[in-house]
């Protein structure tokens, strides 16, 4: 018989003990053209499967890290970062709202006016320019920083944020220069660059604590940095009351009604000085420890892809024994290199179908936060004037003007601001993000309203206290709900890859909201009577219609919040997608 013919009669193969053995059929070879089929396809072909073995191992030793770090006990490094971090956070506050302490003091001193029945002020696009342009540095600063995080590393740009800080903040109390033109454009020209400074702040602070932080107390960590805010307005408020006071007992001078002259002691001109230039110092103490600081785990794992380093300082700092099982990979493999760039980008189909509402959500609810926030905090000088609560400028001095509004800051920060931001901190944890953020946006609509519609009730002496304890409610449903979260979500619910990007995009999205509030305040709140407004305003809305505008805006980021995911007792792989991205196949 013939049976050792391939692809025509089955082969028979004696079998060692001489039993009939069964025929066993050996396929014939595939044509050429199959062959070629197969190769150009890559089907199944081993090093198909080699690249695929190694993404797996990759993974797995990724996941392995990152998992360590969500269980991680919370550690002393924790609290330090929180400081080191925090104290940026501080600085930001006490640079973008101390300037309304002092502009005021600005007008009265380079725009005064003889014969003027009252004290002289900012050119209305002087006065804009000089409240707002920080905050368009800040809108640059927070998507280019944003950007740089994701490209060089978080470690490699944080240094860099808080130098120019440090020295635009200095600069701004100079001026090259005597007249009023040279000065503001010295300070707007620094103000600015501080701005973009500040801005850098925002991604990357939010980002690293995020990234450090286990799952548990993920959220109180971040909430923690932001808070720091509270403090550097409050400080803001109490240095400038304490250098104010000093001044009034050095420089004395009478009322602007009795002498417009003489009510600006020239001494004057070093107190706004000081008052700005005093907010580098908390920052520059901290310098040395945030360039200490090393890169992110999350980063050096899934971005960087050395999954050992980030192990080995993740041990290191937080004292936790931390592995990874596998070296690093010592060369890039060019189909796996491949692979890993054609990871979706932040203007893929692939990022808009996973994270394209979500970035809605986040960008739109710290827009409209932003409008009503910064509306109220850089300009509440002028609604405690329109109230009483703040006496009329002509029966001050320059320098007890600035006094008075120190005051009167001081106060709202310290029995709303801070203690908002701190109830977040304890709570986020608790209650959730989402819970956080809807309550503090429909009390802010509340007490908006409760402020707007009875105005003339409030303006009357006897009732003008329980208007500033329902404006310090508002303010405290703000820090206390949308003010902190907006800042705490965009950190967790992103890729590793675009943690910083997006979460520069939502910050300079609340920034733009903040040139709404900030710009269109300084006009929707004028007096409808022309003969009533500041001097080289148009006639407004008035306070009273400005604060229903407000309410709405409000009553818009409560709705926009149901685009925002809960983010509580999560990783941030799992809130990312990353773990479908990266976990290994069982």
Not at 302 to 315: E, F, G, T
Not at 348 to 369: I, K, P
Not at 448 to 461: E, G, I, V
Request: charged content about 15%.
């Amino acid at each position: 018989m013939r049976g050792n013919k391939v692809g025509n009669i089955p082969a028979k193969i004696p079998p060692g003990n001489g039993v009939p053995a069964p025929y066993k059929y050996i396929p014939p070879p595939l044509p050429p053209t199959y062959q070629l089929h197969s190769f150009l396809t890559h089907t199944h072909t081993p090093p198909d499967r080699e690249r695929k073995e190694r993404r797996k191992k990759m993974a797995g030793e990724n996941l392995k890290v990152l998992n360590a770090l969500d269980v991680a006990k919370t550690q002393w490094y924790h609290f330090t970062a929180i400081i080191i971090a925090g104290m940026g956070f501080f600085t930001d506050a006490y640079d973008l709202f101390c300037i309304s302490l002092v502009t005021k003091m600005l007008g009265r001193i380079y725009y005064h006016v003889d014969g003027s029945p009252k004290p002289g002020s900012l050119p209305p696009n002087v006065s804009a320019a000089v409240n707002g342009v920080a905050l368009c540095g800040t809108l640059a600063g927070q998507l280019f920083f944003g950007w740089l995080g994701d490209k060089m590393g978080r470690k490699k740009v944080y240094g860099l944020t808080l130098m120019v800080m440090c020295l635009c903040s200095i600069a701004s109390g100079l001026s090259f220069g005597r007249d009023a033109k040279a000065v503001m454009t010295t300070l707007c020209f620094f103000r600015f660059w501080l701005g973009f400074g500040i801005g850098g702040d925002y991604p990357l602070s939010a980002t690293i604590m995020s990234e450090y932080a286990n799952k548990k107390t993920r959220g109180a960590f971040v909430a923690a940095v932001f808070a720091m805010q509270g403090f550097g307005i409050l400080a803001g408020g109490i240095f400038a009351m304490l250098m104010s006071a000093g001044f009034q007992v050095w420089f004395k001078a009478p009322a602007y009604e009795v002498d417009p002259i003489a009510s600006t002691a020239p001494q004057a001109d070093y107190l706004w000085r000081i008052v700005l230039m005093v907010g580098a110092l908390p920052a520059l103490l901290t310098f040395y420890w945030r360039l200490k600081m090393p890169e992110t785990a999350r980063y050096t794992a899934l971005v960087a892809k050395n999954a050992k380093q980030a192990a080995s300082d993740m041990s290191k700092v937080l004292q936790t024994d931390i592995e990874a099982d596998h070296p690093p990979k010592p060369a890039a493999d060019p189909a796996l290199a491949a692979a890993d760039k054609n990871s979706y980008g932040l203007f893929s189909n692939e990022f808009l179908r996973r994270h394209g509402l979500h970035l809605l959500g986040t960008a739109s609810t710290w827009f409209l936060l932003d409008i009503a926030f910064y509306s109220q905090n850089l300009f509440q000088k002028d609604i405690f004037s329109a109230i009483g609560w703040i006496p009329p400028a002509k029966t001050m001095s320059a320098i007890q003007e600035v006094f008075t509004i120190a005051r009167a800051q001081t106060l709202i920060a310290l029995c709303s601001t801070v203690p908002g931001y701190w109830f977040t901190v304890a709570l986020i944890d608790v209650i959730g993000r989402f819970a956080i953020q809807i309550m503090g946006f429909f009390f802010m609509t509340v007490f908006m309203f409760a402020l707007a519609f009875p105005y003339n009730h409030w303006t009357k002496p006897e009732n003008r206290i329980g208007f500033v304890v329902m404006y310090s409610l508002t303010f405290f449903f703000a820090n206390f709900g949308p003010n902190a979260t907006t800042f705490v979500v965009p950190a967790e619910i992103f890729p590793a890859r675009l943690r910083s990007t997006c979460h520069g995009i939502s910050a300079a999205s609340g920034k733009l909201g903040a040139m709404v509030g900030a710009f269109g305040f300084l006009y929707l709140a004028q007096n409808k009577d022309p003969k009533k407004t500041d001097a080289g305003y148009p006639a407004g809305i008035g306070v009273k219609n400005s604060l229903i505008v407000l309410g709405f805006v409000n009553l818009a980021g409560l709705l926009f919040t149901f685009l925002v995911p809960e983010a509580k007792g999560k990783s941030l792989e799992d809130m990312s997608g990353e773990n479908e991205e990266e976990a290994p196949a069982s």
